[in-house]
């Protein structure tokens, strides 16, 4: 961290360099959206269906795609590792603001990437194991084998639910309980 960014850096393709959210922590909406303000810095690639800048997601388990962004393109998946609609707009002079939303949770349902608010890729979720991972997941950076780089991450958000520990869960009803109890003790107490 430094300047108000996060830098994302790896120099060997075999080196992953993500965050990720997945499984039980997290709940998909039926019209996911993500939003993050990315500088592409520079990159390097074995494979052109693959940068090492990602914004990820799987709605269900092996159902998902990912938004990649390379040095003045941004594309989709349209298969595993295949690329998929693609378009050139700057990544690079400065932070862009991309949105992705995401309208429904199966196989073929609609995605649109738009940059700075002008819509840039129009594609669908696809059923891949290996890309998308066995679990419902949001996540960026860098997080394939056939890439490296550097890029800088401004903000990251999604809507999808963060489901709460099952400690969590407990105390919080713990607490209920005794605020109920309190409650009715006090009610009790002043109609004497």
């Known amino acids: 961290m430094a300047g108000g960014f996060l830098t994302i850096a790896n120099d060997t393709d075999s080196e992953f360099m993500y965050y990720d959210m997945q499984g039980s922590d997290i709940a998909m909406p039926a019209h996911l959206t993500i939003t993050a303000s990315v500088l592409f810095v520079a990159g390097n690639t074995s494979n052109s269906a693959r940068t090492s800048a990602l914004i990820g997601f799987a709605t269900m388990p092996g159902i998902g795609n990912g938004v990649y962004i390379g040095q003045n393109e941004i594309f989709l998946s349209s298969a595993e590792a295949t690329r998929g609609p693609s378009a050139s707009p700057d990544t690079s002079s400065f932070s862009h603001l991309y949105r992705i939303e995401v309208f429904g949770l199966a ?86």
């Open 107 to 192: 196989i073929g349902s609609t995605i649109q990437v738009f940059q700075d608010d002008v819509l840039q890729l129009t594609g669908n979720l696809y059923s891949s194991i290996p890309d998308n991972g066995s679990t419902e997941s949001v996540s960026f950076g860098d997080r394939t084998s056939l890439a490296s780089g550097n890029s800088q991450w401004q903000s990251f958000n999604h809507n999808a639910a963060v489901v709460p520990e099952p400690s969590t869960l407990y105390l919080g009803a713990i607490s209920g309980l005794f605020f109920l109890y309190r409650k009715c003790r006090n009610r009790t107490r002043g109609s004497r």
